[in-house]
């Protein structure tokens, strides 16, 4: 179950805490209304998104983020480090975008006995490449939502996955339109499900 942080109907509380293993995102929006079990939370690793969670006694606190087993940090160091000069170029409002704390959530993890995943950039080049299918606008990066989703179908193809809490909408840089399509492709294809319900989220920067 991928928990995503647009709203989850209280109905499906039950659903997403009955799954084998939950994945939400950042700050864990979705805990509490959304169900509360927890295995891994994935989190923006570089930029302001990173830098607030990890001097945030709350998040640290988060029981969402206590009860997870793993950390997964969606944005490989080597490839973002690769980004920066371009971004200064293309986007110089974003000048600390790529700023890296992947350090620092390792350290986290080790003082906190969780495992720390980080995603590699090849998952996040593939994901580029679906997308360009969709004719994708102009973006900065996929989202971290769409990258576990990769992520998690890569590594676990015969497991049943389920989505929740999914809008494809926030973020201007995220190219969320080509986002939604190819997770319906990979519907239709048999490979994703949807949880019911509405599907509206709000995206802040990076997320």
């Given at each position: 179950?991928?928990?995503?942080?647009?709203?989850?109907?209280?109905?499906?509380?039950?659903?997403?805490?009955?799954?084998?293993?939950?994945?939400?995102?950042?700050?864990?929006?979705?805990?509490?209304?959304?169900?509360?079990?927890?295995?891994?939370?994935?989190?923006?690793?570089?930029?302001?998104?990173?830098?607030?969670?990890?001097?945030?006694?709350?998040?640290?606190?988060?029981?969402?983020?206590?009860?997870?087993?793993?950390?997964?940090?969606?944005?490989?160091?080597?490839?973002?480090?690769?980004?920066?000069?371009?971004?200064?170029?293309?986007?110089?409002?974003?000048?600390?975008?790529?700023?890296?704390?992947?350090?620092?959530?390792?350290?986290?993890?080790?003082?906190?006995?969780?495992?720390?995943?980080?995603?590699?950039?090849?998952?996040?080049?593939?994901?580029?490449?679906?997308?360009?299918?969709?004719?994708?606008?102009?973006y900065v990066v996929p989202s971290s939502g769409m990258i576990v989703i990769a992520e998690v179908l890569s590594?676990?193809?015969?497991?049943?996955?389920?989505?929740?809490?999914?809008?494809?909408?926030?973020?201007?840089?995220?190219?969320?339109?080509?986002?939604?399509?190819?997770?319906?492709?990979?519907?239709?294809?048999?490979?994703?499900?949807?949880?019911?319900?509405?599907?509206?989220?709000?995206?802040?920067?990076?997320?």
């Amino acid at each position: 179950m991928i928990v995503g942080n647009g709203e989850v109907g209280e109905e499906q509380a039950g659903i997403i805490d009955a799954a084998d293993f939950v994945i939400r995102f950042n700050d864990c929006r979705s805990y509490g209304a959304g169900g509360s079990r927890t295995d891994a939370v994935a989190v923006c690793n570089t930029g302001r998104p990173a830098k607030a969670m990890l001097g945030s006694r709350d998040w640290r606190t988060h029981p969402g983020v206590k009860s997870a087993c793993e950390i997964w940090s969606v944005r490989d160091p080597d490839k973002f480090a690769a980004m920066r000069a371009p971004l200064a170029v293309s986007h110089p409002d974003l000048d600390d975008f790529c700023d890296d704390y992947t350090d620092a959530f390792s350290a986290f993890c080790a003082e906190a006995g969780k495992t720390h995943v980080v995603i590699d950039k090849s998952m996040h080049e593939a994901v580029d490449a679906s997308l360009s299918a969709f004719a994708a606008a102009p973006y900065v990066v996929p989202s971290s939502g769409m990258i576990v989703i990769a992520e998690v179908l890569s590594k676990f193809p015969q497991a049943e996955v389920m989505l929740a809490g999914f809008g494809h909408v926030g973020w201007e840089w995220h190219p969320f339109a080509a986002e939604r399509q190819l997770v319906q492709s990979y519907i239709a294809a048999g490979r994703l499900r949807r949880l019911g319900g509405k599907m509206l989220v709000s995206s802040s920067y990076g997320a």
